[in-house]
Structures are given as C-alpha cells and as structure tokens.
C-alpha cells in the first residue's frame, strides 16, 4: 500500500490555553504530523477522584501518558507549618481518609521517635488493629471502585456492604466512622472496652465469610480475569526504577514491606505473610491486596486474643500533669496543657510506614525552638506510584485504561495531598 | 420559545414537571475531594441513595445535579464550572463537606476555593465528612425545594438564656482576648545531618563502603539515626554520585527541599533506597546539598533516578528550584497557573487564626 499523507493545516486547539493543557503546543503539532492525536482522560470521569490523563494515541494503542494531576492539591504541606504538632494530626489524615489508623500512625509516630516516647503495650496493639481495619477498608474501597471502572455493578455493592462493618467497627471504637484522628503522641485517646473488641473479632468472620462470596462474584468472574489478566504490565526492574510502592511492587515480585523490613507497633510479636506476585499486571495487582486483607483480618484477630493489659497513654506524657492537678488518667483532660506547647529537638525525622496502598513517608524538619514544624515533607503512596502507573499504560490499548486504573487504585486525594 | 418554558414553569401541567424533576436527581460523576468516600456510602448497598429517585452518572451532559464533595482546589473550581455550564437546565448543586462551605480544616489554604463563588448552591451540608445519611437529608432537602420553591434550613437549633444559671464574673468578662499558642522562632537554626552515636555496626560498615566508593565526591557521610545515614556534599557533584549509586540505592523516597531565608540557602534533599538489596532495604541515605536562595539551580537526578522527576517538578513548583536538565521546569504540574508564586517559601505568608469575641460574649 503506498503511503499517504494528509496534508491538515495543524494548529493547537485553542483550549489548550483556557483550560490550562499542561503540555507545550509543539507536542500537539508533533503528535498531529506522526499522525496520532492526543485524547484528554477527565478531570470528570466516571471513576474514583480527579486527575487528567492526556494519552497519545496511534490507532488505539497508548504510545504516552502525561499526567495531569493536583486538582485535589489542598497544600497540606504550607498548612502544617503553620500549626502546632498536635492541630495536624487531623489535617495530615485528610489525604486518605479510609485509612486513618495508618495515617495518624505515620505522623505520630515521628513525633515519638523525636521525643524518645515509649508507648505502652496495650496502645500498641490497639493501633495495631485500627491500622489494619484502614487497610481492609481501603482494599474494599478500590476493588469497590475497580469494579465501577469495569461496569460491574454488583462487584461495587458487595465492598461497599463489607466497609460498613469496617466503618461501624471504627464508630464504635473511636467515636466516627471515618476520619478517627484517634491515635495521638505517646498512646491512644481512650482504651476500647470488651465489647468493642468482640465486635471487631466477630465482624472479621463475617468478613471472611462475605469474600468468599465476593471472591465467586467478581474475583473469580471469567468476565473480570480476561479484563485484568495480562493488562498494564510493570515488571520487576521497571517496578524498582519507577519507585513504585506497596501491594503494586509487591505484585512485581519485590518482597518490600515496610511492616517487615523497619518494623514497629505490634507487627513483629504477630504471625503473618507477606502476600507477593510475579506478573506484575493488573490482575496480579488486584489479588495481592485481597489476599491483604486475608492476613490483616488474620492480624487483626490475633492482635485481639493476645491483648494485653495496662495503660494506653505513655507515662512521660500523663506524667507531666501535677499529681495535684489530677482527677484521672484520662488524657483527654489535659489535651491542651501536654500537647500545645510540644517542641521536637532540633534535626530532622523521617519515618516510613505501610499504610494500606504502599510506603507512607512523614519527613519533619524542626528548628528545635518553636512548636510548630519548620517542614514537613509527605510522600504519599499514591503520589510515588504515580510514575509507574504512567509507565505501565504505555503500550496498552485505551479500552484497558479503566482497568489500569482501577487496579491501581489511584486516588487522587491522596497523591495530590 | 420562552412562553414554552413559563408554560411548564406556572402552567397547570408544572406540578407534574417537579414531581418529575423531584424523583430524578441525577447527581453527575465529579467526585472531587475525599468526602467521596461518604458519598459512595450513599450510593451502596447500605443506604440505598437510589430509592429516593438519584443514582450516580458518568456524564454530565444527562445529569441535573452536582454534589461537590468537599475541597474545591483552584484548578477544580475550573473543571466545576465547565461541568456545571455543561448540565442542562433545572440544575441544582448541593455542596458537602466543611470545605465546601468555608474552606474547613484547609481554609487559608494557597490552592482553595470556595464553591459559592463559582457556582450557584442550593444546599450546604456540614460535617468533615458529613455522614451518608446527612447527605441523604440533603437530597431530601432539595427536593422539597423543588416541590415549594422555598430553600429552608433543615437543621433548627433552639437557643438556650445561661445567663440565669451561670454567672459571668466582671474579670472575666473584662479579659483580653487570647492569644494563639503558637510561638515560632524569629531566626531558627537549621540542622538536617546532626550526627548521633548509636549502636548499629552494619551502618558503621555501610559507610566505610560508601567512603571507599565515593573517594573525593563527598564533604562529609554520618549516621544520623538507625537505619539513616546522611551524605553532604555539593550539586555539581551529585549527578556522579546518582551514577555510582543506581545500581544499590535503587530508587528515591522522596525529593525536599528546606528553606532558609535567614542563611540565604536552600537545603536540597535525596531520601534514595533500595529494594534491590535486602540488606540495604531499611537504609535510607539522604543526599544534602545546599544552594543559594537567590540562584536556585541544581543538577535534577531524573536522569539517573527515574523515581525523582516527579518530586523534583513538584520542587520546582513549591520552591522555584530549577532543576536543569529536567523537562518540565517552568511549567505548572500540580499547582493551577493562578496559585501565587512559589508558596512554600518562607516569605510566602498565609492568614493566621485570630479570635473574634461576639459582642454579646465578651
């Protein structure tokens, strides 16, 4: 067939000044001349969050993917400069809030580690399983929205039966259903009761009763494997360079978990795996964080049969109260009077955590004299993912985006911070 | 045209029209901050959104309705607008979330907008995040609204007189008002790569290696804590420090850079690990650099690292840090292009918390 060329007269859309295009005109004339074009994902789309993808396309074939984000950029990083330590334990759980545990963990446990704060053995264990709760709640949350990706209607219904025990286990134990803010410096806010506590064992075996159901429903579903099987594949070594996190490097066959290589709370005295895939493609994606949520239920009972007893709050914090001054151990009357004037010694901290989507990253610079943060840097695992999932849409089909999508569990709130 | 419309506005068959509209809300896909979470509550098994007539759409085009949930960024409040203009008409725009309302827990943000000022709202829904069935209340709200024409407060909170059972004392009442307990340093001393003597002979050995490995590229290496170990040196050198340490140090963590006005510098921050090596995977080496604050310009280790170009355009955004040789310097990445300049920079202020005492409460 002899070749033919169109001559178009190419000129960049006008929009691509009013609605603020990121990319320069010249890749827009370049992509018209090779014959491809450009197609713009979002910024409302029928998924989770909001972020524009431009795709270049040839015929139907993803040849690049430039990612728009920031439109969820709410500038916690400026914001909490401005606070004391103790203010930005809710502020800094707002990037995903489906999984306070894990976010409050991350930021209260730099502040321990700069203040040398022992927490005691209950607490431990108790923050232990709210952060494991925040990982079921978020796995069902994104096999929730991988199925609205798939149009799989019933797929989005059954994860989102299942969190309500997640989200009635967190009102009972710490007063919301979401957003907790209930882990604080040195120990937890209030100690969960017996009843509580059997709650949450018992709504774990419905848990697990209920996946088995979803596992016939849409894991196994021949109609889910053939849209996820083989599709935006990473492997190992691009997975490594592109700095990608969690149960998505994980599926890439890298055994990297932050609960097993630095660990801390009660994980190391728990007995549990560490789920890993070797594909690397979105079907892998999606089954390495159901078998989490196995373990994590796993952890979650264990953790509860082997609580011990004692205080919840650190006794060099609940120590500072003047015996005098003192009506009960309780730390939520002298809230004000420990927390508010908290000073960080003069350095900088950075603390690693699994949160439930991969490697969260609390980084605190502190000038030693004032009682607020000089820095705080937050690397989401959504924001350091982002790159691999750019990578990993190259050289799919564009009616395979969903499916990346959705097996990456992108949300946007979360990478843009 | 316009007869048509007044027709089905006032005519005899308008009832028939707002019970249509009543029980087919169609809330459009525009899921933008996190109070999406609730919403999809909602929406799910749980508590059935869709009984009372409105079910989710992907497309605005077939939709009347638009829940913005929460924070509206100044980059969203473009997107709102556009989808807004896009629906046809009756359309309402019900707003939930703290920061949908006055800004909330975000409220003297650099990159927030409130959504009244772009589009009209017909009801607000408080709470951070508001619960599925306060958001069902809302939707409840609005089509009452439709049936009477009449936007009315939902919630009626009755007030109570306690000046006849408390007594306010005269000092009291005469106090002046507080003053935040903030108190942050005029001129703070700066210092990431402080060195702690711990026991951790691994890290001792580690950095032996590294000493041997980078002979001459180095100002100095420390331990700074277990498992970290940071590495100074200065930015031309750094592009031949990423050379030699991609292949161990295989990815990076996270890219800052600290600001500080009263040294004329910014410090420059490489957190790289390794998922490579199992031994080196709990290690993380900072590499510091320092470069003036009035001519930020720094090698970018994109090249090397793919992980970091991200976090260095996101730099460059926040701190006007020229990162040469990375593609997307002077270009908007994650912020919208009418955010202020460079706001993460010290000299970037951003309104405080003040009290206002009510005069009826002083």
Sequence with gaps: MKDMAIDIPVEPPAELKSLFIPIPPEYVEDAYNKDEYLVLVGPQHPGSGHMRIILRLKGDIIMDAIPDPGYVHRSMEKLAENRLYIQNIPLLERPSIMDPGNYNLGYVRVIEKAMDIEVPERARYIRTILAELGRIGTHLYDAGILAVFLGHTTGFMWPFGLRELICESFLRATGTRITSSFIVPGGIRWDLDEKVLDFINKSTYTLEKRLKGFERIFIKNPAVISRLRDVGILNRREAIEYGVVGPFLRASGVEYDVRRVEPYEAYPELDWDVPIAEDGDAYSRFLVRVEEIYQSISIIRQAISDMPGGPVMSEDLIGRIKEKDKVSRDIRGYFYRIFSKLKLPSGEYTVLTEAARGTLLYSIVSDGESNVPYRVRIITPGWAYLRGFMESLKGSRVSDLQAIYGSFGYFPPEADR | ?362
């Design chain 2, 1 to 362: 045209m316009d007869e048509h419309i007044e027709f089905l506005k006032s005519g005899p068959l308008s009832l028939v029209k707002r019970w249509g509209a009543k029980w087919s809300l169609w809330p459009v896909h525009l899921v933008t901050a996190c109070c999406g979470v609730e919403l999809a509550h909602a929406y799910a098994c749980g508590y059935d959104g869709e009984r009372l007539g409105s079910l989710n759409y992907g497309i605005c085009r077939q939709t009347n309705l638009i829940i913005v949930e929460g924070a509206i960024t100044r980059k969203m409040a473009k997107v709102l607008r556009i989808t807004w203009e896009q629906m046809p008409d009756p359309k309402f725009v019900i707003v939930m979330g703290a920061c949908g309302l006055n800004g909330g827990l975000f409220w003297n943000g650099y990159h927030m907008v409130k959504p009244s000022d772009v589009v009209p709202v017909d009801y607000f829904i408080p709470g951070c995040p508001p619960t599925p069935e306060a958001l069902l209340r809302g939707i409840r709200a609005l089509q009452d609204k439709i049936m009477t024409g009449e936007t009315n407060s939902t919630a009626k909170f009755s007030k109570a007189d306690l000046s006849s059972i408390i007594e306010i004392p005269e000092e009291i009442k005469q106090k002046r008002v507080p003053t935040p307990p903030h108190s942050i340093a005029k001129a703070p001393v700066i210092q990431i790569d402080g060195q702690r003597e711990i026991e951790w002979d691994e890290g001792a050995n580690l950095i032996q290696t590294l000493k041997k490995d980078l002979e001459g590229l180095y100002i100095s290496i420390e331990m700074t804590d277990l498992n970290r170990i940071c590495l100074k040196t200065t930015p031309e050198k750094t592009p031949e420090i990423a050379e030699r340490l991609k292949f161990t140090f295989d990815h990076v963590k996270s890219v800052n850079v600290v600001d500080v006005p009263n040294e004329n510098k910014f410090i420059i921050e490489y957190v790289v690990s390794s998922y490579g090596v199992k031994d080196l995977m709990p290690v993380l080496l900072s590499i510091i650099t320092e470069i003036p604050r009035d001519n930020p310009r720094h090698p970018s280790l994109a090249k090397h690292w793919p992980s970091a170009d991200y976090m260095e355009r996101e730099m460059h955004e926040f701190f006007g840090v020229w990162f040469e040789d990375n593609p997307w310097m002077g270009r908007n990445f994650l912020l919208s292009p009418d955010t202020p300049e460079y706001p993460l920079r010290k000299d970037f202020k951003l309104p405080r918390e003040t009290y206002v005492l009510r005069g009826d409460s002083r």
